[in-house]
């Protein structure tokens, strides 16, 4: 069974600092692995999608690594923004089957 | 936007109803999911449909019955429920089997 961790579950940073967000994996078998960014009482929106076969992916200032055979992923936002103030969900996929970390909730203080 | 639409988006149902939480995906997409997101836990999958099929059903009580019509709709019909039912209740779909996951913004949930 696929287990996920995310670390810290929470973080609160000054505009304009650098923000680094954890996930870990437990069955490196995966498809790929998924970023989410989700509000308070929203859905989710994906962030980024890192197949197995990729080290890492980059959109504006979000990038993400993924090192399949220690089972981590990590998320940078650079020069965080408060509208980046959210909660952040890793998912890894095996097979059908997407299994979520807890989140991290993000707080960026103007 | 994200092409996949949830129908209604507050639910407020006695322990004794029946009702049925609708979700529609524009993105043409063959796999649809149903996930609970509980407070302080993570997401939990619920069903998953690829292609009109269930393919997985993770041990979800019999009060809550999915059907999937055709691809594009996808419903979880709701009865006898209880208060720890209550929850934020979210469909996505995906192209396949490992690909990028679109959700919807979700049905809260709450059994009185």
């Known amino acids: 069974k696929q287990e996920v961790t995310q670390i810290p579950a929470a973080l609160s940073v000054p505009e304009g600092e650098n923000l680094v967000l954890n996930c870990s994996f437990t069955?490196?078998?995966?498809?790929?692995l998924q970023w989410f960014r989700q509000d308070p009482g929203k859905g989710l929106t994906s962030l980024l999608l890192i197949q197995s076969s990729q080290r890492e992916q980059t959109s504006g200032r979000l990038n993400a690594s993924l090192d399949k055979s220690s089972g981590r992923s990590t998320l940078y936002i650079a020069a965080s923004q408060p509208g980046d103030s959210a909660t952040y969900l890793c998912?890894?996929?095996?097979?059908?089957?997407?299994?979520f970390g807890a989140g991290t909730t993000v707080t960026v203080r103007a | 936007e994200t092409g996949v639409t949830q129908t209604p988006r507050h639910l407020v149902m006695g322990m004794t109803n029946k009702k049925s939480l609708k979700c529609e995906q524009h993105?043409?997409?063959?796999?649809m999911y149903w996930y609970k997101q509980s407070a302080k836990k993570p997401l939990e999958l619920m069903f998953v449909y690829s292609l009109e099929e269930r393919v997985e059903n993770n041990s979800v009580p019999s009060r809550f019955s999915p059907e999937c019509p055709n691809s594009s709709h996808l419903f979880l019909h709701l009865h006898t429920l209880q208060p720890e039912d209550s929850a934020l209740y979210l469909c996505?779909?995906?192209?396949?089997?490992?690909?990028?996951?679109?959700f919807g913004q979700g049905t809260r949930l709450t059994v009185v």
């Open positions: 998912a890894a996929s095996n097979d059908y089957k997407l299994s």
């Open positions: 993105l043409g997409h063959n796999a």
């Open positions: 996505a779909s995906s192209l396949n089997r490992g690909h990028e996951a679109f």
């Open positions: 069955d490196s078998a995966i498809y790929n």
